[in-house]
């Protein structure tokens, strides 16, 4: 391995194509540390670099055909963490709630209401919302 750790940018295509055990020893380290700078969570990181490392595998025949194999990994990489990252923003999203105050403006009748509350003493402040706002019978009030 050259001595700046980024590997051998040479072709593959004139060299044998190496085995998937030898490049993986070879190659965990890069895209480890290529992805904890991606996704900055030591954990994560090593999720990624596995999950690339089996895709990699899936495809090894494409893959080390390539021409500049530590350029086709981490591209592998970066787009397994992209497409992690819009799964995760996706559920997300499905998983949220819409926003309550999407709704029509009322802010008139919102300060009303606030402030009539706020004269109520504590007891009767909690019964009107536990009644009106959180539609609970009287009986469970």
């Given at each position: 391995m050259p001595e700046n750790g980024r590997g051998s940018e040479a072709p593959r295509r004139s060299q044998a194509?190496?085995?998937?055990?030898?490049?993986?020893?070879?190659?965990q380290r890069r895209l480890y540390r290529t992805a904890y700078l991606l996704c900055g969570d030591p954990d994560t990181a090593r999720d990624l670099t596995q999950t690339t490392l089996a895709k990699l595998f899936q495809h090894w025949r494409r893959a080390s055909a390539a021409d500049h194999i530590e350029a086709y990994a981490r591209t592998v990489l970066t787009r397994t963490y992209l497409a992690e990252r819009r799964r995760r923003l996706r559920d997300m999203l499905a998983h949220s709630r819409p926003d309550p105050r999407s709704a029509p403006d009322h802010t008139d009748l919102r300060v009303t209401l606030i402030s009539a509350l706020a004269k109520l003493p504590p007891r009767a402040r909690a019964m009107v919302v536990l009644?009106?706002?959180?539609?609970?019978?009287v009986e469970s009030v």
């Open positions: 194509p190496e085995s998937f055990e030898a490049f993986a020893q070879a190659s009644r009106y706002w959180e539609d609970q019978s």
